[in-house]
């Protein structure tokens, strides 16, 4: 069987280390998966670290830390760019993001579209990323990274205070410039209950282009018909990458002992059928698309989740991927001094490429 090594560690103690290992799924989409991830270990790819991890409520990323982050990105967007060519007004503190225990999903969804108009799409990059700077480059990009780690931090710390066997967090592996392939046609998913089931320690493919799902629009939008403002923002799972995302909660199946599961994904497929999209429609690419699986047990020595999310919680940071015979190691974290002037040195030659 094929297997995939993860060495972690703590950011505020680079000495205190833990690891954990992956068994690769021998499926045709698990194999595409590990050769990718064997490529992206072998050309030393920069990790990237700032929203890596989501959803733990006691991370030393805190909202206070998201929203200093976010104004930093923002001043440089606005100073880079004329008042009246582009400008970003709102101000970004933890009680403007949230309302009580809850995302304030107005101001999250508006800065999600500063991300996307300054950004572009995956085919046309927008004129005012192609003209941004270094910096200005840069600072778009955390709009999006820090909008979902924000979100994601948000849930996590209302589960912990309403529900903490709710909490649900996860791993967001991701590499700067990975190569990224077509889904094979053969491979893409229609419709199916079981499509949306996630499993503890389950590991899937990143979704590596931007816009959302048609499920993510359904819950964001509580269930709400199409209209031109949520279509524009609709995109389907057309890449595949060497990245990929690790469930570190608990399952949730359609037909398990989680009813209001099977109520969300019911509700789906009425959404789906009643805004006209064919739930047969393969280029849709519904669903989760599962590679491999965490050894649990074996790696930490319980397979309770709430044990093991209070155990990673202290070491959110990732020093080193093995896979077969490639291996790299990531000894930067958020915590070094020059962390942005690394990663801004590691991207010039993307935003050189952009920028032509």
Not at 101 to 118: A, G, I, K, S, Y
Not at 141 to 146: E, F, I, S, V
Not at 181 to 204: C, I, M, N, S, W
Not at 237 to 245: C, I, K, T, V
Request: glycine share 6%.
């Amino acid at each position: 069987m094929k297997q995939v090594k993860v060495v972690l560690q703590n950011p505020l103690d680079k000495t205190d280390t833990l690891d954990y290992v992956i068994d690769v799924y021998d499926t045709p989409m698990g194999l595409r998966w590990y050769t990718a991830l064997q490529d992206i270990l072998q050309r030393n790819l920069y990790l990237e670290k700032n929203f890596c991890f989501l959803g733990f409520p006691d991370s030393p990323r805190d909202l206070d830390y998201i929203c200093r982050e976010l104004t930093l990105a923002r001043n440089q967007i606005n100073r880079f760019f004329d008042p009246d060519d582009y400008h970003i007004y709102e101000t970004y503190y933890p009680d403007v993001l949230r309302t009580g225990l809850n995302p304030n999903q107005t101001v999250m969804n508006r800065l999600h579209l500063h991300f996307e108009r300054l950004q572009g799409t995956v085919g046309e990059l927008s004129d005012y990323y192609r003209r941004a700077d270094y910096e200005t480059k840069y600072a778009i990009r955390q709009l999006n990274n820090l909008c979902h780690e924000a979100e994601s931090l948000m849930l996590s710390q209302r589960k912990k205070a309403t529900q903490p066997e709710w909490v649900r967090p996860s791993q967001i592996t991701t590499f700067l410039n990975a190569p990224r392939y077509d889904f094979p046609q053969d491979l893409k998913k229609t419709f199916t209950e079981t499509a949306f089931d996630r499993k503890h320690g389950q590991v899937f493919l990143h979704w590596t282009q931007i816009g959302k799902t048609l499920y993510e629009v359904y819950r964001d939008e509580g269930g709400r018909d199409l209209d031109a403002a949520t279509c524009e923002a609709i995109t389907h799972l057309r890449y595949y990458s060497g990245e990929f995302d690790i469930e570190w909660a608990q399952d949730i199946v359609y037909g398990g002992p989680h009813p209001w599961h099977d109520r969300e994904i019911d509700g789906f497929k009425l959404w789906l059928e009643r805004n006209g999209i064919s739930t047969q429609d393969a280029e849709c690419n519904f669903g989760y698309h599962p590679v491999a699986q965490v050894q649990l047990r074996e790696s930490f020595g319980t397979t309770d989740f709430q044990e093991i999310t209070q155990t990673l919680s202290r070491y959110l940071n990732i020093s080193k991927i093995c896979a077969g015979a490639a291996s790299a190691d990531y000894l930067y974290t958020y915590t070094d001094a020059d962390y942005q002037q690394q990663q801004i040195q590691r991207l010039k030659p993307g935003y050189d490429y952009s920028s032509r």
